[in-house]
């Protein structure tokens, strides 16, 4: 089982970046994906989810800034951020949760992670 978290560097606030989860070894279509954070000296977050079915859910600090996708036929799940700000800044990780429906932002419900990539807002 492998999820492979890439796409984060360095941007400029206001700017966008698109994260993007690559899995393998498992069923990836029967797997709700999260997307989680962690900021230095701070608790892990959990961005984004999407459900096996494509629902999706954001965190307040989020919402209607980033937008999460899933392509099922390339096993891949996608992050789209914009409007980055220095809050944004932090390590972000992908995971998987083999529940039937819907999805959570709850990362001890989560079954497999992968390692993260960095985003860095800074001017």
């Known amino acids: 089982v492998q999820l492979q978290a890439s796409g984060g560097g360095l941007v400029q606030p206001g700017g966008s970046l698109t994260l993007s989860c690559a899995a393998s070894g498992f069923a990836f279509g029967a797997y709700a994906i999260g997307w989680f954070r962690q900021a230095p000296g701070k608790e892990r977050e959990g961005v984004s989810c999407?459900?096996?079915?494509?629902?999706?859910s954001y965190a307040d600090s989020v919402e209607g800034r980033f937008t999460i996708s899933r392509d099922n036929a390339k096993n891949t799940v996608y992050l789209q951020m914009d409007s980055l700000n220095s809050e944004d800044t932090a390590v972000y990780s992908c995971?998987?949760?083999?529940?039937?429906?819907?999805?959570?932002?709850?990362?001890?419900?989560?079954?497999?992670w992968g390692q993260g990539t960095l985003v860095t807002v800074s001017s």
């Open positions: 999407v459900s096996r079915g494509g629902a999706t």
């Open positions: 995971a998987a949760d083999q529940r039937m429906l819907g999805c959570t932002r709850l990362g001890i419900y989560y079954d497999y």
